[in-house]
């Protein structure tokens, strides 16, 4: 498995699936072209851009290329690297007809072929700079923004402090901190939330 620091930006849940078996890194799906239009998705993608830098990695069909031309938009260029898949032909097994370009998306390629587009961007081989030790989900019980009465609401006022989106859950809320925060880190942010 590849650790990667940056967190991957990718157009689907099966896309997500494919590369979870292949990376260690924060990997955020765009929902495909709903990303045009969701503030949240969009500024979660902006802070971890600025936190850890992005990579972006979409399907290498039209479809794909303009959610990549929006995210290359969207982002400072410092802050990004994209990663391009090979035209391959050929359809994902789980569907019964392939796209309309014929082509296979990030879910379908084979890992030898997402590991090789991944060092041609010069990403393989990264590791996170986070000191520290990772954030845990006892931590986030602790100071009250999981499993517990009204973690519900502490977890979206937390997540608007830390400019995230409010509505991410317990555990999606855990993996883009650990992205972007040491647990040091962390607990100085969440002091200066409940000073508040």
Not at 61 to 73: H, M, S, T, V
Request: with cysteine.
């Amino acid at each position: 498995m590849i650790k990667l620091k940056e967190a991957v930006i990718v157009e689907g849940k099966y896309d997500k699936i494919r590369l979870e078996n292949i990376i260690d890194a924060t990997i955020i799906t765009t929902g495909g072209f709903t990303v045009f239009k969701d503030k949240e998705k969009c500024a979660l993608i902006k802070t971890l851009a600025e936190k850890c830098g992005i990579i972006i990695l979409t399907d290498s069909d039209y479809a794909g290329q303009i959610i990549r031309k929006y995210l290359e938009k969207i982002v400072p260029k410092n802050q990004f690297k994209s990663v391009y898949l090979p035209e391959i032909l050929g359809k994902e097994k789980r569907k019964t007809a392939p796209s309309a370009q014929g082509l296979l998306g990030v879910e379908g390629t084979d890992d030898a072929v997402i590991l090789n587009a991944l060092e041609r961007a010069g990403v393989i081989g990264e590791k996170t700079e986070i000191k520290g030790r990772k954030i845990t989900k006892t931590d986030l019980f602790n100071i009250g923004v999981s499993g517990g009465e009204g973690s519900k609401e502490k977890r979206a006022e937390l997540s608007k402090f830390l400019n995230l989106p409010a509505t991410l859950p317990a555990n999606s809320l855990l993996d883009v901190l650990n992205s972007i925060y040491g647990y040091e880190d962390f607990i100085l942010e969440v002091q200066k939330w409940k000073q508040e």
